[in-house]
């Protein structure tokens, strides 16, 4: 049997998504992305383009559309590894070219791409301020030093963070009180275990593996192994095992802390 070396070799972590959650119309999948294509930089570079480079709007109207599909093209491509088989794409892409090529691939584009979305929101948020401070203040700030100011507070936040995660025993935990709700923390998670919700709630299964048990053992040491000791001791009958993984009725839950105690891999927790 060939076995692969921890070290040099990133483990998937991730199944392929049950066939009975594979429920999304093409329409949905077309709202969601018509939204991630409105945004602002869709709208302010071809504006700036027009008003600033005297460039012809038919022409800035094409060229954003043109850019909006190649866009749709590559994302809705690279979500094929992902929706059929569990796989970022970045995984794959590693498994077919190498750990090396594929940061001279892959690497390059994050980096430019965070680079633009950089920029437009630096542009965009100073010209907001500008014109609050011009309109309400009748104070005017020179466009230059605004921005610089708001690229300086965008890349501390950026590098810094909020400091509102943390890894404990194994496990990613947002620390509620400084989270902003911003979502790079779900983009930037390789496995995307991480979720954005409401509130949160008061008991958690820190995991969404649909793995057995020996097989969440070989790459987690605090994953959901489906053992059902929680359904045994819970009292109210608000854990079922589904999947090989732990699920709770939050209509049913008290918050006993029952389950908690009983986990062998400490993977359900009891929020304060």
Not at 38 to 63: C, E, K, R, S
Not at 103 to 127: D, E, H
């Amino acid at each position: 049997m060939a076995t692969v070396k921890k070290a040099n070799f990133e483990q998937y972590g991730l199944e392929a998504v049950p066939s009975s959650l594979k429920s999304s119309s093409w329409k949905e999948y077309a709202i969601i992305s018509f939204a991630f294509s409105v945004n602002a930089g869709n709208f302010l570079i071809p504006a700036l383009a027009v008003t600033q480079g005297n460039l012809p709007w038919l022409a800035a109207f094409i060229a954003v559309w043109i850019g909006a599909n190649l866009a749709f093209i590559g994302a809705a491509a690279l979500s094929i590894p992902g929706a059929l088989y569990g796989l970022p794409s970045q995984y794959i892409l590693r498994s077919f070219v190498g750990s090396w090529l594929a940061s001279k691939i892959a690497s390059p584009i994050r980096v430019f791409t965070s680079l633009y979305w950089f920029s437009v929101q630096t542009i965009g948020g100073t010209y907001i301020l500008q014109a609050v401070f011009s309109h309400y203040l009748d104070i005017h700030v020179h466009f230059a030093l605004l921005a610089s100011l708001t690229a300086s507070i965008m890349a501390y936040l950026a590098l810094v963070g909020y400091d509102a995660v943390k890894i404990i025993d194994g496990i990613a935990i947002i620390d509620e009180t400084k989270c902003v709700a911003c979502g790079m923390c779900i983009v930037e998670c390789p496995r995307n275990i991480i979720e954005l919700e409401v509130v949160r709630k008061k008991v958690e299964v820190m995991c969404n593996s649909n793995a057995k048990g020996k097989d969440v053992k070989s790459v987690c040491e605090v994953g959901c192994i489906g053992c059902r000791l929680c359904t045994k001791v819970c009292p109210t009958g608000a854990i079922t095992v589904e999947n090989n993984l732990a699920k709770i009725d939050y209509e049913k839950c008290t918050s006993c802390g029952l389950c908690v105690e009983k986990c062998p891999t400490k993977v359900i927790k009891l929020n304060s």
